[in-house]
């Protein structure tokens, strides 16, 4: 079965680059979700789109961009990078009433 | 503030041991309940769901949960653990006044000796 995918799986950046970040949801899902995992810490929700349109913001820093595209893909623009913004970045995709489902992540580390 | 709470934030069992991660939140109103599983070096995986219905679910691997709304508990729970079952667990909340976004609880690392 088709899952969410993330790309890229790995990143390394150094500090004040900048970072896009892609996922491409399940096929016929409707909504995404993006989240941040610290090093030994819990998801962090980001913010989140429905058809297109953002849905729900959350700790999301200004530096932070992202939208959802035509395919229902999104990206995460990340500006100015900190040393505090190398985490684990989850998207999930979701359809209605459905559970989420994750994809691998991409694993940011930022020298 | 309102929140998801894991008791534990590490539980070491022995193989055949019974498990039970406790997790509490404190939304009011309809929410929707999951645990999650996250092994070594891997995405977060569900376990099992909670909409509607009977409070005594069932998820992969042989785990269930329990709501129980009186408590603003979902507990999950395993007879007898597996070295295979040691893993991060996640409990999430969907606070349906919130819209759909997850919130997560801090974790409990589960490690079983074999």
């Known amino acids: 079965a088709a899952g969410v995918i993330q790309s890229p799986r790995h990143l390394i950046k150094e500090k004040r680059e900048t970072a896009t970040l892609k996922c491409y949801p399940i096929p016929r899902h409707d909504t995404v979700y993006w989240y941040q995992q610290g090093p030994g810490q819990d998801p962090q929700f980001l913010i989140s789109?429905?058809?297109?349109?953002?849905?729900d913001k959350g700790s999301i820093p200004d530096r932070f961009s992202a939208q959802q595209f035509s395919d229902y893909h999104s990206e995460l623009n990340m500006s100015s990078l900190e040393l505090g913004d190398s985490a684990l970045y989850f998207c999930a995709s979701r359809l209605s009433a459905d559970g989420y489902t994750f994809g691998s992540g991409t694993r940011l580390t930022v020298v | 503030a309102q929140s998801v709470s894991q008791h534990n934030h590490h539980v070491i069992l022995s193989e055949a041991a019974s498990l039970e991660l406790g997790c509490n939140y404190s939304?009011?109103?309809?929410?929707?309940l999951f645990w999650y599983v996250q092994y070594p070096g891997q995405h977060l995986q569900l376990l099992l769901k909670?909409?509607?219905?009977?409070?005594l679910v069932k998820g992969i691997k042989g785990f269930e949960a329990e709501f129980i709304k009186s408590k603003f508990s979902f507990n999950l729970r395993k007879p007898s653990v597996q070295w295979s079952d040691t893993a991060e667990y996640f409990c999430?909340?969907?606070?349906?006044?919130?819209?759909?976004?997850?919130?997560f609880g801090a974790g409990t690392i589960l490690r079983v000796k074999s």
């Open positions: 909670y909409f509607s219905g009977d409070p």
């Open positions: 999430a909340v969907n606070p349906m006044e919130y819209g759909n976004k997850l919130v």
């Open positions: 939304y009011g109103g309809t929410v929707n």
């Open positions: 789109f429905y058809e297109k349109m953002q849905s």
